[in-house]
T-cell receptor, first 112, second 114 residues
Framework: KQEVTQIPAALSVPEGENLVLNCSFT??????LQWFRQDPGKGLTSLLL?????REQTSGRLNASLDKSSGRSTLYIAASQPGDSATYLC???????????FGKGTTLSVSS | EAQVTQNPRYLITVTGKKLTVTCSQN?????MSWYRQDPGLGLRQIYY???????DKGDVPEGYKVSRKEKRNFPLILESPSPNQTSLYFC?????????????FGSGTRLTVV
């Protein structure tokens, strides 16, 4: 059974700091891994999609890496801003079935 | 704008009163799915649809029904809602299954059953 774990559960940093969010998964048989952002009471915004054959993807200040063999992904946020404050969710799309399996998220707070 | 639209955004209802949450996407996506999000449990798949007239159960389907009569619409039906179905619901779509295709999520429907 695929399980996705995100560490830490919460993180507080001052503005301008670079930070790394971690995601691990137990079964390497995945189609892809997707990072989402969720603001309180709001929907999920897709940040980055990494296909199973890829090692990393970049979008602006965000960089996500994937090491499928070790079951790990990281989301790197450069020069954090207060507007980055949100919950970040990691999800893997398993090959068996169609569901996205989500981690429980890392809640990030960036103070000015 | 490419998007997944859910309605209503908020709904309070009473136990046993049938309700439908609508979901519509304008991206010609084949695949659509419903999730619920609960504190401590995260997001879990309720039902999904690979294409028109093709639906199947996800991980937590009990108490829910779906239909896919048109490609763009995928309503979630609660025939007899109960308090344990109080949750935040998300509809999602994807062009198709495959490594290159990610999900687009709607803005969510917060349902309270009293």
């Amino acid at each position: 059974k695929q399980e996705v774990t995100q560490i830490p559960a919460a993180l507080s940093v001052p503005e301008g700091e670079n930070l790394v969010l971690n995601c691990s998964f137990t079964d390497s048989a995945i189609y892809n891994l997707q990072w989402f952002r969720q603001d309180p009471g709001k929907g999920l915004t897709s940040l980055l999609l990494i296909q199973s054959s890829q090692r990393e993807q970049t979008s602006g200040r965000l960089n996500a890496s994937l090491d499928k063999s070790s079951g790990r992904s990281t989301l790197y946020i450069a020069a954090s801003q207060p507007g980055d404050s949100a919950t970040y969710l990691c999800a893997v799309r398993r090959q068996a079935g169609t569901a996205l399996i989500f981690g429980k998220g890392t809640t990030l707070s960036v103070s000015s | 704008e490419a998007q997944v639209t859910q309605n209503p955004r908020y709904l309070i209802t009473v136990t046993g009163k049938k309700l439908t949450v609508t979901c519509s996407q304008n991206m010609n996506h084949e695949y659509m799915s419903w999730y619920r999000q609960d504190p401590g449990l995260g997001l879990r798949q309720i039902y999904y649809s690979m294409n028109v007239e093709v639906t199947d159960k996800g991980d937590v389907p009990e108490g829910y029904k779906v239909s896919r009569k048109e490609k763009r619409n995928f309503p979630l039906i609660l025939e007899s809602p109960s308090p344990n179905q109080t949750s935040l619901y998300f509809c999602a779509s994807s062009l198709r299954i495959g490594t290159a295709y990610g999900y687009t999520f709607g803005s969510g429907t917060r349902l309270t059953v009293v």
